[in-house]
């Protein structure tokens, strides 16, 4: 339902065990290095354990995406099963025959010869059991037995073991004990640290398309409160406040609407302030009324359609994505025309010499609201192209339209000055209204701002006071770009890599264009990303895409021009 508000290509925030959302927080890696481990040795079991919810499922998942072709895996996923019962799904799984009526003799003597043939193919054979912690004892002593079908030198057979922590009081009794003996590799999984939940959020975000902050610490922090970092709650909670953000409009995850996602969620008041979840219900009815609203749109005497809604304005829209798998539909804006009350676009603005943006004031929150929707037309203006909020009512998706992407973040004056490109902000004014301007320039005293069209300079200090940290500007795509490009990617985005930036180097490009991002571009490209402030990570996204721009294309707005050797 928030995908394409969000810009986002999937739901991040899915409990289905898909290993690509798997983060490697280290205890993650440690238990995929455990597995692979013990699937590598000769024998015994293997055990993973952990709470219920902190990811196990999705680890046994990525072990079997690198498990080698010649692997042949039987997995169980309700071991609550008879002893006969479990041998027959394992058969199944592996796809050996037995008759209607078989004992379990035959069942392992079918199981045996399956086993002894990969055997001589050099195929390995892994069984990989979930929630064994529903195991009998009857049911583990005779998957120890299937240990026991071996040749000389080689066990044939591995297991892997997955339960929750009764798995291990289970195991513990007496009468298991030679099973327990014969475990090889064991780990016990954890909930997330506070410190790894940010890094959790955003890689599941980013795996969804979204490479922006749509969490804050103070959210984080209070989603590890309400969650104890069990990745399953982490993710249950944050799908529903991102709910409630789109519903109200809001362009983060603040932490009321995470509050009133963890009441939903658990029941009661997960808030602990005493009050009582309205709940994700009004959310849903408040959504039917917003989309209604973007729906209906202008009517050409910029009247809203039903009298009886008057002046609604929505809330500034901040989808924060880079759009590098670009669905996204936001930021919309209001669906509402301009107040006679703002000013209109003039074409040619008469500067007003440090103006103070505390002083700038409207009738009401709601007309300050509208200014969004001329400041997103002065910035598109600056790149040469007029836009109607009538015809596109997203912003991002008109701009990818043009060849330009959207990049959202929250940040300084500092990171925009380094960005180099124009950009709509947030502030606010001494009677805490929000309101929206487009910075066209910027350097270390001044910077000059549109606000309806209508030109302003601005001292840098009192800019910065009054600003929120929300920002979007617009970079131009190269023709091939389809997302961010890692060390070892491959494809035309190589070649346009190459080329430009052997120009910014002064340099010759390769000989032969290259098809694969090695590691001699990667050098270059972490030289450069060096040289321009950017962190030299190699990896060309937007932030070093804006900066070989700057450096290759006398077109593009900029704040400022660069300086000699820069």
């Known amino acids: 339902m928030y995908n394409n508000y969000f810009g986002l290509s999937e739901a991040p925030f899915s409990i289905a065990p898909d290993p690509r959302f798997l983060y490697m927080s280290e205890q993650h890696r440690e238990a995929l290095a455990h597995l692979m481990y013990g699937v590598g040795s000769n024998g015994g079991f293997i055990l993973l354990t952990g709470e219920v919810g902190t990811g196990k499922t999705t680890v046994s998942r990525c072990l079997l995406e690198q498990l080698p072709e010649s692997t042949e895996v039987a997995l169980v996923l309700n071991p609550k099963y008879s002893v006969k019962e479990l041998l027959s799904a394992i058969c199944d799984d592996l796809g050996i025959s037995y008759g209607p009526a078989s004992e379990m003799k035959e069942y392992v003597d079918a199981l045996n010869q399956h086993l002894l043939a990969n055997y001589r193919q050099n ?46 009081e289970l195991l513990n009794k007496p009468e298991l004990r030679q099973l327990n003996q014969r475990i090889t590799a064991r780990y016990h999984l954890r909930a997330l640290r506070q410190e790894e939940l940010a890094g959790y959020i955003s890689h599941r975000l980013s795996i969804a398309g979204v490479e922006c902050q749509l969490f804050p610490q103070a959210t984080i922090k209070r989603l590890f409160h309400l969650t104890k970092g069990i990745p399953r709650l982490v993710n249950i909670v944050c ?12 362009n983060q995850v603040h932490t009321h609407t995470l509050g009133k ?12 302030e005493g009050r009582k979840s309205a709940g994700l219900s009004k959310w849903a009815i408040a959504s039917v009324f917003i989309l209604a609203l973007i729906g209906l749109g202008f009517t050409p005497q910029g009247k809203v359609l039903i009298d009886d809604l008057q002046a609604v304005a929505l809330p500034f829209v901040q989808a924060p994505v880079d759009s590098t798998d670009f669905n996204a539909s936001a930021p919309v804006v209001p669906a509402i025309s301009e107040p006679e009350s703002v000013a209109p676009v003039v074409d040619e603005p008469t500067p007003v010499t440090l103006s103070n943006p505390a002083s700038w004031q409207w009738s009401d929150s709601e007309q300050a609201a509208l200014t969004q929707i001329t400041a997103y037309q002065d910035l598109l203006k600056l790149w040469g192209i007029d836009y109607d909020p009538r015809d596109n009512p997203s912003v991002c998706r008109f701009a990818d ?28 004014n001494a009677q805490g209204q929000k309101y929206f301007v487009t910075l066209t320039a910027l350097n270390n005293d001044t910077a000059e701002l549109l606000l309806a069209g209508e030109k302003h ?29 890692q060390p070892g990617g491959t494809g035309p ?13 002064g340099r010759s490009p390769l000989s032969e264009p290259p098809v694969i991002y090695d590691d001699s571009l990667v050098r270059q490209v972490r030289r450069f990303q060096s040289s321009q402030g950017l962190v030299p990570d190699g990896v060309v996204g937007p932030n070093t895409i804006i900066q070989i721009n700057t450096h290759t294309d006398s077109s593009l707005p900029l704040l400022h021009t660069l300086a000699a050797g820069k």
Request: hydrophobic share 45%; charged share 20%.
């Open 457 to 485: 300079k601005v001292s840098v200090d009192d800019l910065a006071l009054w600003l929120e940290g929300q920002f979007a500007v617009l970079w131009r795509k190269p023709t091939d770009y389809s997302g961010i490009l």
């Open 493 to 505: 985005m190589v070649s346009w890599l190459d080329r430009n930036l052997a120009t910014v180097q």
């Open 123 to 168: 195929r390995h054979t892994v069984l990989i059991i979930d929630e064994a912690q529903n195991l009998s004892v009857d049911v583990l002593e005779t998957i120890r037995l299937l240990t026991n079908l071996e040749t000389n030198t080689h066990k044939l057979l591995q297991i892997i073991l997955i339960g929750q922590p009764e798995l291990l």
């Open 239 to 250: 799908d529903r406040a991102l709910l409630g953000t789109y519903v109200q409009r809001e």
């Open 401 to 428: 339209e043009k060849g330009l992407r959207c990049l959202y973040s929250i940040s300084t004056l500092e990171e925009l000055s380094r960005l180099n490109r124009p950009a709509v902000l947030s502030l606010f």
């Open 261 to 272: 996602a963890a009441n939903e969620v658990f029941g009661g008041d997960a808030t602990h």
